[in-house]
């Protein structure tokens, strides 16, 4: 039994993240979807909502779980009895970043190896922040985020400040 961790703000679940989750279903048995805060960031969403859009995005995959979580990532790796971290990786900056996390991460927690994912090419320019432009200017989401996530932003009203 192989647990997989897919860490993220997830602000909002994108196509790209979902593919990458899907991907993973095909590697491992469990894959668990952890929807965290990055420092670095500040979200005009909650965790819940961010985690609400995650759970619609991914209802029809039997094995996935999705939790939030406000600690460490190598804390939550522990508690969850995670077996490795997924990542996908869209171009030179990510995999800049994503090394430095891994090596961070690593540093804290000597189980907690990332595996690096590449995007398919047509998620390549998918980026959580495009969808939150695109909301603002009150612009069609289907090629961007699954049908419910579009319809969930729609009706509560996310990204139009
Ligand atoms: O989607 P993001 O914003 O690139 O995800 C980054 C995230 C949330 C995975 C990262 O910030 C994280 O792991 N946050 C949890 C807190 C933590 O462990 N920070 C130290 C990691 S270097």
């Given at each position: 039994?192989?647990r997989?961790?897919i860490?993220?703000?997830?602000?909002?679940?994108?196509?790209?993240h979902?593919d990458?989750i899907?991907r993973?279903c095909?590697l491992y048995?469990?894959?668990i979807?952890?929807v965290?805060?990055?420092?670095?960031?500040?979200?005009?969403?909650t965790?819940?909502?961010?985690?609400?859009m995650?759970r619609?995005?991914?209802?029809?995959?039997?094995?996935?779980r999705i939790?939030?979580?406000?600690?460490?990532?190598?804390?939550?790796?522990?508690?969850?009895?995670?077996?490795?971290i997924?990542?996908?990786?869209?171009?030179?900056?990510?995999?800049?970043?994503?090394?430095?996390?891994?090596a961070?991460?690593?540093?804290?927690?000597?189980?907690a190896?990332?595996?690096?994912?590449p995007?398919?090419?047509?998620?390549?320019?998918?980026s959580?922040?495009?969808?939150?432009?695109?909301?603002?200017?009150?612009?069609?989401l289907?090629?961007?985020?699954?049908p419910?996530?579009?319809a969930?932003?729609?009706?509560?009203?996310?990204?139009?400040?």
């Amino acid at each position: 039994m192989k647990r997989a961790l897919i860490p993220g703000s997830f602000d909002p679940i994108t196509l790209g993240h979902r593919d990458l989750i899907v991907r993973a279903c095909a590697l491992y048995d469990e894959v668990i979807v952890a929807v965290m805060n990055n420092r670095d960031k500040t979200y005009e969403t909650t965790i819940a909502e961010r985690a609400e859009m995650a759970r619609l995005a991914l209802a029809d995959l039997a094995r996935v779980r999705i939790v939030t979580d406000g600690g460490l990532l190598v804390d939550l790796f522990d508690k969850v009895r995670a077996d490795v971290i997924v990542k996908g990786v869209r171009n030179e900056e990510d995999r800049h970043y994503e090394e430095q996390m891994a090596a961070w991460n690593l540093a804290h927690n000597k189980r907690a190896e990332t595996v690096f994912l590449p995007a398919l090419p047509q998620y390549e320019n998918l980026s959580s922040h495009l969808v939150r432009e695109y909301a603002r200017a009150g612009q069609d989401l289907t090629a961007l985020v699954s049908p419910a996530v579009a319809a969930y932003i729609a009706k509560h009203n996310l990204y139009r400040i």
